[in-house]
Protein backbone atom coordinates (compact mmCIF):
# COMPACT_ATOMS: atom_id res chain seq x y z
CA UNK A 1 0.00 0.00 0.00
CA UNK A 2 1.22 3.41 -1.27
CA UNK A 3 1.31 5.66 2.35
CA UNK A 4 -0.52 9.37 1.65
CA UNK A 5 3.08 11.05 1.39
CA UNK A 6 3.61 8.42 -1.53
CA UNK A 7 0.46 9.39 -3.64
CA UNK A 8 1.43 13.31 -3.14
CA UNK A 9 4.61 12.73 -4.70
CA UNK A 10 3.43 10.88 -7.51
CA UNK A 11 0.65 13.47 -8.35
CA UNK A 12 3.13 16.23 -7.95
CA UNK A 13 5.30 14.79 -10.69
CA UNK A 14 2.25 14.13 -13.29
CA UNK A 15 1.00 17.16 -12.37
CA UNK A 16 4.59 18.65 -13.24
CA UNK A 17 4.87 16.57 -16.41
CA UNK A 18 1.12 17.96 -17.72
CA UNK A 19 2.31 21.31 -17.14
CA UNK A 20 5.73 20.79 -19.34
CA UNK A 21 3.86 19.28 -21.60
CA UNK A 22 1.42 22.47 -22.13
CA UNK A 23 3.99 24.68 -22.23
CA UNK A 24 5.77 22.78 -24.58
CA UNK A 25 2.73 22.66 -27.04
CA UNK A 26 2.40 26.59 -26.59
CA UNK A 27 5.79 27.42 -27.73
CA UNK A 28 5.82 25.19 -30.76
CA UNK A 29 2.43 26.57 -31.66
CA UNK A 30 3.67 30.37 -30.93
CA UNK A 31 6.86 29.53 -33.44
CA UNK A 32 4.49 27.80 -36.36
CA UNK A 33 2.50 31.30 -36.16
CA UNK A 34 5.34 33.73 -35.93
CA UNK A 35 7.22 32.80 -39.27
CA UNK A 36 4.16 34.85 -40.70
CA UNK A 37 4.57 38.69 -41.25
CA UNK A 38 2.32 40.02 -38.45
CA UNK A 39 0.01 42.23 -40.81
CA UNK A 40 -0.86 39.28 -43.07
CA UNK A 41 -1.79 37.52 -39.96
CA UNK A 42 -4.12 40.44 -39.11
CA UNK A 43 -5.52 40.31 -42.76
CA UNK A 44 -6.27 36.52 -42.53
CA UNK A 45 -8.26 37.19 -39.12
CA UNK A 46 -10.65 39.99 -41.02
CA UNK A 47 -11.17 37.57 -44.02
CA UNK A 48 -11.49 34.62 -41.58
CA UNK A 49 -14.89 35.85 -40.07
CA UNK A 50 -16.10 35.97 -43.84
CA UNK A 51 -14.77 33.20 -45.96
CA UNK A 52 -13.73 30.39 -43.44
CA UNK A 53 -11.22 28.22 -43.79
CA UNK A 54 -10.77 29.83 -47.57
CA UNK A 55 -8.47 32.49 -45.23
CA UNK A 56 -5.47 29.74 -46.06
CA UNK A 57 -5.20 30.68 -49.00
CA UNK A 58 -4.31 34.58 -48.34
CA UNK A 59 -0.75 33.98 -46.51
CA UNK A 60 1.12 32.80 -50.30
CA UNK A 61 1.41 36.24 -50.96
CA UNK A 62 4.28 36.21 -48.25
CA UNK A 63 7.07 34.37 -50.08
CA UNK A 64 6.96 33.86 -53.71
CA UNK A 65 9.77 32.99 -55.59
CA UNK A 66 10.85 35.56 -58.88
CA UNK A 67 8.53 35.49 -62.07
CA UNK A 68 9.46 34.65 -65.21
CA UNK A 69 6.69 34.51 -67.51
CA UNK A 70 4.74 37.40 -69.20
CA UNK A 71 1.76 36.28 -67.70
CA UNK A 72 1.80 34.13 -64.73
CA UNK A 73 4.61 33.54 -61.81
CA UNK A 74 7.20 30.68 -61.81
CA UNK A 75 6.03 29.35 -58.95
CA UNK A 76 3.17 27.39 -60.04
CA UNK A 77 5.50 24.19 -61.27
CA UNK A 78 5.29 23.68 -57.31
CA UNK A 79 1.73 23.68 -57.00
CA UNK A 80 -0.73 20.53 -57.82
CA UNK A 81 -1.72 20.25 -61.14
CA UNK A 82 -4.53 22.13 -62.37
CA UNK A 83 -5.53 23.02 -65.97
CA UNK A 84 -7.50 26.22 -66.64
CA UNK A 85 -8.69 26.10 -69.64
CA UNK A 86 -11.88 28.00 -71.79
CA UNK A 87 -13.82 24.92 -71.33
CA UNK A 88 -13.37 24.04 -67.92
CA UNK A 89 -13.89 27.83 -66.88
CA UNK A 90 -17.15 28.10 -68.20
CA UNK A 91 -19.49 29.56 -65.40
CA UNK A 92 -23.45 29.38 -65.91
CA UNK A 93 -25.32 32.70 -64.90
CA UNK A 94 -27.21 30.56 -62.31
CA UNK A 95 -23.95 29.19 -60.70
CA UNK A 96 -23.48 30.39 -57.01
CA UNK A 97 -19.66 30.16 -55.76
CA UNK A 98 -19.61 31.41 -52.13
CA UNK A 99 -15.30 31.79 -52.45
CA UNK A 100 -12.56 32.25 -54.86
CA UNK A 101 -11.96 28.61 -56.17
CA UNK A 102 -8.47 29.09 -58.06
CA UNK A 103 -5.88 28.49 -55.79
CA UNK A 104 -2.83 27.05 -58.15
CA UNK A 105 -2.28 27.44 -61.85
CA UNK A 106 -0.68 25.19 -64.22
CA UNK A 107 -0.99 26.73 -67.21
CA UNK A 108 1.37 26.58 -70.32
CA UNK A 109 1.77 28.00 -73.88
CA UNK A 110 -0.68 26.67 -76.27
CA UNK A 111 2.50 25.33 -78.95
CA UNK A 112 0.26 24.27 -81.70
CA UNK A 113 -0.33 27.85 -82.33
CA UNK A 114 3.50 27.79 -83.73
CA UNK A 115 2.63 25.53 -87.04
CA UNK A 116 -0.28 28.06 -88.80
CA UNK A 117 1.41 30.55 -90.63
CA UNK A 118 -1.11 33.46 -89.40
CA UNK A 119 0.42 33.14 -86.15
CA UNK A 120 4.29 33.26 -87.02
CA UNK A 121 3.43 36.66 -88.69
CA UNK A 122 2.84 38.30 -85.43
CA UNK A 123 4.51 40.68 -83.49
CA UNK A 124 6.12 39.17 -80.30
CA UNK A 125 3.75 40.64 -78.23
CA UNK A 126 0.83 39.79 -79.81
CA UNK A 127 2.23 35.54 -80.31
CA UNK A 128 3.28 36.15 -76.17
CA UNK A 129 -1.01 37.23 -75.61
CA UNK A 130 -1.92 34.05 -78.05
CA UNK A 131 0.04 31.85 -76.61
CA UNK A 132 -1.33 32.16 -72.97
CA UNK A 133 -5.03 33.32 -74.13
CA UNK A 134 -6.76 30.68 -72.85
CA UNK A 135 -4.99 31.07 -69.16
CA UNK A 136 -8.23 32.85 -67.86
CA UNK A 137 -8.02 32.83 -64.34
CA UNK A 138 -5.62 33.15 -61.50
CA UNK A 139 -5.37 32.69 -57.48
CA UNK A 140 -5.80 35.83 -55.48
CA UNK A 141 -3.24 37.17 -53.30
CA UNK A 142 -5.05 39.69 -51.85
CA UNK A 143 -8.51 39.43 -50.85
CA UNK A 144 -11.28 41.51 -49.34
CA UNK A 145 -15.10 39.57 -49.73
CA UNK A 146 -16.16 41.69 -46.45
CA UNK A 147 -15.86 44.72 -48.63
CA UNK A 148 -19.13 43.29 -50.60
CA UNK A 149 -20.69 42.47 -47.13
CA UNK A 150 -24.41 44.01 -46.12
CA UNK A 151 -25.98 46.53 -48.78
CA UNK A 152 -23.76 48.72 -50.38
CA UNK A 153 -25.30 51.19 -52.69
CA UNK A 154 -21.99 52.33 -54.49
CA UNK A 155 -18.33 50.27 -54.99
CA UNK A 156 -16.02 52.45 -56.16
CA UNK A 157 -13.38 50.16 -58.40
CA UNK A 158 -10.15 51.41 -59.56
CA UNK A 159 -7.48 49.55 -61.87
CA UNK A 160 -4.24 50.56 -60.27
CA UNK A 161 -0.33 49.08 -60.24
CA UNK A 162 2.25 48.25 -57.71
CA UNK A 163 4.06 51.20 -57.96
CA UNK A 164 1.22 53.59 -58.12
CA UNK A 165 1.05 53.89 -54.43
CA UNK A 166 0.73 57.82 -54.37
CA UNK A 167 -2.43 57.65 -56.77
CA UNK A 168 -3.96 55.47 -54.35
CA UNK A 169 -3.12 57.45 -51.41
CA UNK A 170 -4.45 60.37 -53.02
CA UNK A 171 -7.82 59.21 -54.16
CA UNK A 172 -8.45 57.98 -50.49
CA UNK A 173 -8.00 61.27 -49.46
CA UNK A 174 -10.42 62.49 -52.37
CA UNK A 175 -13.67 60.98 -54.09
CA UNK A 176 -12.30 57.42 -52.98
CA UNK A 177 -12.82 58.17 -49.35
CA UNK A 178 -15.26 55.70 -47.93
CA UNK A 179 -18.70 57.40 -46.78
CA UNK A 180 -22.45 56.78 -46.07
CA UNK A 181 -24.36 59.80 -48.27
CA UNK A 182 -28.02 59.40 -46.82
CA UNK A 183 -28.12 56.36 -45.44
CA UNK A 184 -26.02 55.49 -49.12
CA UNK A 185 -22.98 53.93 -48.24
CA UNK A 186 -20.02 54.07 -50.35
CA UNK A 187 -17.51 51.69 -50.66
CA UNK A 188 -13.51 51.48 -52.81
CA UNK A 189 -11.71 48.61 -53.74
CA UNK A 190 -8.26 48.85 -55.85
CA UNK A 191 -7.41 46.36 -58.34
CA UNK A 192 -3.57 45.16 -58.72
CA UNK A 193 -2.47 42.13 -60.75
CA UNK A 194 1.62 41.55 -59.08
CA UNK A 195 4.34 43.56 -60.62
CA UNK A 196 5.64 43.00 -63.91
CA UNK A 197 9.83 44.05 -63.53
CA UNK A 198 12.48 42.20 -61.43
CA UNK A 199 13.24 45.87 -59.89
CA UNK A 200 9.92 46.41 -58.97
CA UNK A 201 9.31 42.38 -57.89
CA UNK A 202 12.36 43.09 -55.30
CA UNK A 203 10.34 46.08 -52.90
CA UNK A 204 6.83 46.99 -53.99
CA UNK A 205 4.83 43.67 -53.90
CA UNK A 206 6.01 43.92 -49.66
CA UNK A 207 4.90 47.92 -50.27
CA UNK A 208 1.48 46.56 -51.44
CA UNK A 209 1.17 44.03 -48.47
CA UNK A 210 1.97 46.50 -46.44
CA UNK A 211 -0.07 49.24 -47.65
CA UNK A 212 -3.15 46.57 -47.97
CA UNK A 213 -2.51 45.68 -43.90
CA UNK A 214 -2.97 49.81 -43.62
CA UNK A 215 -6.52 49.98 -45.64
CA UNK A 216 -7.69 46.67 -46.47
CA UNK A 217 -8.96 47.75 -50.07
CA UNK A 218 -6.49 46.01 -52.34
CA UNK A 219 -7.60 42.99 -54.50
CA UNK A 220 -4.55 41.33 -56.26
CA UNK A 221 -4.30 38.57 -58.19
CA UNK A 222 -1.09 36.57 -59.53
CA UNK A 223 -0.69 37.52 -62.84
CA UNK A 224 1.86 40.30 -64.36
CA UNK A 225 0.48 43.57 -64.67
CA UNK A 226 0.83 44.90 -67.91
CA UNK A 227 -1.13 46.44 -71.32
CA UNK A 228 -2.73 43.45 -72.68
CA UNK A 229 -3.60 41.84 -69.09
CA UNK A 230 -5.94 44.28 -68.51
CA UNK A 231 -8.12 42.04 -69.88
CA UNK A 232 -7.67 39.67 -66.97
CA UNK A 233 -8.01 42.57 -64.56
CA UNK A 234 -11.71 42.77 -66.10
CA UNK A 235 -12.41 39.30 -66.35
CA UNK A 236 -10.93 38.55 -62.71
CA UNK A 237 -12.50 41.68 -61.16
CA UNK A 238 -16.44 40.30 -62.75
CA UNK A 239 -16.13 36.93 -61.08
CA UNK A 240 -14.57 38.09 -58.11
CA UNK A 241 -17.83 40.36 -58.25
CA UNK A 242 -20.30 37.62 -59.15
CA UNK A 243 -19.10 35.38 -55.96
CA UNK A 244 -19.05 38.11 -53.34
CA UNK A 245 -21.52 40.89 -54.14
CA UNK A 246 -24.64 40.01 -54.34
CA UNK A 247 -25.89 42.96 -52.42
CA UNK A 248 -24.34 45.75 -54.51
CA UNK A 249 -26.80 48.55 -56.35
CA UNK A 250 -24.47 50.01 -58.52
CA UNK A 251 -20.44 50.01 -59.50
CA UNK A 252 -18.18 52.58 -60.57
CA UNK A 253 -14.78 51.12 -62.27
CA UNK A 254 -11.96 53.57 -63.03
CA UNK A 255 -8.59 54.44 -63.80
CA UNK A 256 -6.39 55.67 -61.19
CA UNK A 257 -5.53 58.87 -62.86
CA UNK A 258 -9.00 59.92 -62.94
CA UNK A 259 -11.26 62.96 -60.59
CA UNK A 260 -14.56 61.89 -60.09
CA UNK A 261 -17.53 63.40 -58.29
CA UNK A 262 -19.42 60.84 -56.13
CA UNK A 263 -21.54 63.46 -54.95
CA UNK A 264 -22.65 63.80 -58.93
CA UNK A 265 -22.87 60.14 -59.58
CA UNK A 266 -24.90 60.09 -56.56
CA UNK A 267 -27.47 62.46 -58.20
CA UNK A 268 -27.28 60.60 -61.56
CA UNK A 269 -27.94 57.38 -59.93
CA UNK A 270 -31.11 58.53 -58.17
CA UNK A 271 -32.71 59.95 -61.42
CA UNK A 272 -31.75 56.84 -63.16
CA UNK A 273 -33.15 54.14 -60.72
CA UNK A 274 -35.51 53.14 -63.20
CA UNK A 275 -33.33 52.16 -66.05
CA UNK A 276 -32.56 48.30 -66.03
CA UNK A 277 -28.88 47.38 -67.49
CA UNK A 278 -27.25 50.79 -66.95
CA UNK A 279 -23.68 51.06 -68.36
CA UNK A 280 -23.35 55.00 -69.05
CA UNK A 281 -20.23 56.50 -69.79
CA UNK A 282 -17.69 58.27 -72.42
CA UNK A 283 -19.48 56.01 -75.46
CA UNK A 284 -17.71 54.79 -78.44
CA UNK A 285 -19.69 54.36 -81.29
CA UNK A 286 -18.29 52.90 -84.69
CA UNK A 287 -14.71 52.90 -83.76
CA UNK A 288 -12.72 51.40 -85.84
CA UNK A 289 -9.82 49.04 -85.28
CA UNK A 290 -6.20 50.69 -84.83
CA UNK A 291 -3.89 49.06 -88.02
CA UNK A 292 -1.25 51.24 -87.72
CA UNK A 293 1.68 49.56 -85.71
CA UNK A 294 2.82 52.17 -83.95
CA UNK A 295 0.22 53.23 -82.08
CA UNK A 296 -0.52 51.61 -78.58
CA UNK A 297 -3.65 50.28 -79.60
CA UNK A 298 -3.05 48.68 -83.05
CA UNK A 299 -4.32 45.71 -83.53
CA UNK A 300 -3.58 42.60 -86.41
CA UNK A 301 -6.69 41.44 -88.49
CA UNK A 302 -5.53 38.33 -87.26
CA UNK A 303 -6.98 39.29 -83.93
CA UNK A 304 -9.98 41.14 -85.39
CA UNK A 305 -10.66 41.42 -89.25
CA UNK A 306 -14.29 43.05 -88.88
CA UNK A 307 -15.11 46.56 -89.24
CA UNK A 308 -15.82 48.46 -86.45
CA UNK A 309 -15.73 47.82 -82.53
CA UNK A 310 -18.90 47.24 -80.66
CA UNK A 311 -19.98 50.28 -78.72
CA UNK A 312 -18.22 50.30 -75.73
CA UNK A 313 -17.30 52.86 -72.73
CA UNK A 314 -13.97 54.11 -72.07
CA UNK A 315 -12.41 52.81 -69.48
CA UNK A 316 -11.10 55.65 -67.80
CA UNK A 317 -14.75 55.58 -65.98
CA UNK A 318 -18.29 54.34 -66.06
CA UNK A 319 -20.86 53.17 -64.28
CA UNK A 320 -23.03 50.31 -64.20
CA UNK A 321 -25.58 48.24 -62.57
CA UNK A 322 -24.72 45.30 -60.08
CA UNK A 323 -27.32 43.19 -61.85
CA UNK A 324 -25.96 43.96 -65.20
CA UNK A 325 -22.15 43.18 -63.63
CA UNK A 326 -22.47 40.19 -62.54
CA UNK A 327 -24.42 39.26 -65.75
CA UNK A 328 -21.15 40.62 -67.31
CA UNK A 329 -19.21 37.92 -65.72
CA UNK A 330 -21.22 35.23 -67.76
CA UNK A 331 -21.19 36.98 -71.29
CA UNK A 332 -16.86 37.32 -70.56
CA UNK A 333 -17.17 33.74 -70.07
CA UNK A 334 -18.59 32.77 -73.43
CA UNK A 335 -15.74 34.91 -75.26
CA UNK A 336 -11.72 34.92 -75.90
CA UNK A 337 -9.90 37.51 -74.32
CA UNK A 338 -8.99 40.15 -76.57
CA UNK A 339 -6.39 42.68 -75.74
CA UNK A 340 -8.13 46.15 -74.92
CA UNK A 341 -9.88 45.78 -71.99
CA UNK A 342 -12.65 48.44 -72.54
CA UNK A 343 -13.36 46.72 -75.85
CA UNK A 344 -13.61 43.71 -75.12
CA UNK A 345 -15.90 44.52 -72.25
CA UNK A 346 -18.57 46.29 -75.13
CA UNK A 347 -18.20 42.91 -76.86
CA UNK A 348 -19.44 41.45 -73.57
CA UNK A 349 -22.28 44.21 -73.51
CA UNK A 350 -23.03 42.92 -77.05
CA UNK A 351 -23.54 39.44 -76.14
CA UNK A 352 -26.07 40.63 -73.41
CA UNK A 353 -27.55 42.78 -76.04
CA UNK A 354 -26.88 45.70 -73.99
CA UNK A 355 -26.24 48.92 -75.30
CA UNK A 356 -24.30 51.05 -73.49
CA UNK A 357 -25.32 54.99 -72.97
CA UNK A 358 -23.33 58.38 -73.52
CA UNK A 359 -23.58 61.15 -71.32
CA UNK A 360 -21.49 64.08 -71.47
CA UNK A 361 -20.20 64.22 -67.77
CA UNK A 362 -18.20 61.36 -68.51
CA UNK A 363 -14.61 62.93 -69.99
CA UNK A 364 -11.87 60.27 -70.38
CA UNK A 365 -10.00 62.06 -72.33
CA UNK A 366 -9.86 65.49 -70.31
CA UNK A 367 -12.13 68.06 -70.74
CA UNK A 368 -11.14 69.03 -74.22
CA UNK A 369 -8.40 66.93 -76.41
CA UNK A 370 -6.34 69.99 -76.46
CA UNK A 371 -4.21 69.47 -73.34
CA UNK A 372 -2.37 72.85 -73.30
CA UNK A 373 -7.00 74.51 -72.90
CA UNK A 374 -7.09 76.48 -69.97
CA UNK A 375 -10.67 74.93 -69.83
CA UNK A 376 -9.15 71.71 -68.64
CA UNK A 377 -7.73 73.66 -65.42
CA UNK A 378 -11.07 75.48 -64.77
CA UNK A 379 -12.77 74.35 -61.48
CA UNK A 380 -16.32 75.56 -62.43
CA UNK A 381 -16.13 72.85 -65.27
CA UNK A 382 -14.92 70.03 -62.95
CA UNK A 383 -18.05 70.61 -60.39
CA UNK A 384 -20.80 69.52 -63.08
CA UNK A 385 -18.99 66.31 -64.36
CA UNK A 386 -18.85 62.69 -63.18
CA UNK A 387 -15.41 61.90 -64.37
CA UNK A 388 -12.29 63.78 -65.56
CA UNK A 389 -9.38 61.30 -67.27
CA UNK A 390 -5.86 62.25 -67.37
CA UNK A 391 -4.56 64.52 -63.81
CA UNK A 392 -1.69 63.60 -62.01
CA UNK A 393 -2.01 62.95 -57.98
CA UNK A 394 -0.60 66.57 -57.72
CA UNK A 395 -3.27 67.86 -60.07
CA UNK A 396 -6.24 65.96 -58.72
CA UNK A 397 -5.69 67.17 -54.94
CA UNK A 398 -5.47 70.44 -56.00
CA UNK A 399 -8.33 70.11 -58.36
CA UNK A 400 -10.57 68.30 -55.46
CA UNK A 401 -9.56 71.33 -53.31
CA UNK A 402 -10.97 74.43 -55.22
CA UNK A 403 -13.59 72.16 -56.36
CA UNK A 404 -14.73 71.39 -52.52
CA UNK A 405 -13.82 74.79 -51.71
CA UNK A 406 -16.43 77.59 -51.65
CA UNK A 407 -16.28 78.17 -54.97
CA UNK A 408 -18.41 80.14 -56.64
CA UNK A 409 -19.39 79.60 -60.78
CA UNK A 410 -21.72 82.15 -62.70
CA UNK A 411 -23.51 79.02 -63.27
CA UNK A 412 -23.69 75.62 -62.65
CA UNK A 413 -23.15 73.54 -66.51
CA UNK A 414 -26.78 71.43 -66.84
CA UNK A 415 -25.13 67.93 -67.57
CA UNK A 416 -26.97 65.68 -65.00
Known amino acids: MMSNRDRWRVYKQVSVVFLLAVVALTVVQKGSVNVRTPFALERQTRIATFQGSGAAEEDKSISRPPMKSFWKTGWHKQQPKAQFTTQENRITEESGLSTWDVTSSNCSANLNLSSQQWFNDLEDNFKQFMLYRHCRFFPMLLNHPEKCSGEIH????????????????VIRKTWG???????????????????????????????????????????QWDFLDSFFNLTLKETHFLKWFHTYCSGVRYVFKGDDDVF?????????LESSSHVKNLLVGDVIFQAKPIRRKDNKYYIPN????????????????????????????WAADTLELYPIDDVFLGMCLEVLQVTP????????????????????????????MIVVHKLLPSDLLRMWHLVNSDLVCSHKVELL
Do not use: W
Open 154 to 169: LLMVIKSVATQHDRRD
Open 260 to 268: VSVENILEF
Open 357 to 384: IKHNAFKTFGLVKNKNSKMNREPCFYKS
Open 177 to 219: KEQEVNGKRVKTLFLLGTPSSEAERANHQKLVEYEDYIYGDIL
Open 302 to 329: ALYNKTLYPPYAGGGGFLMDGTLARRLH
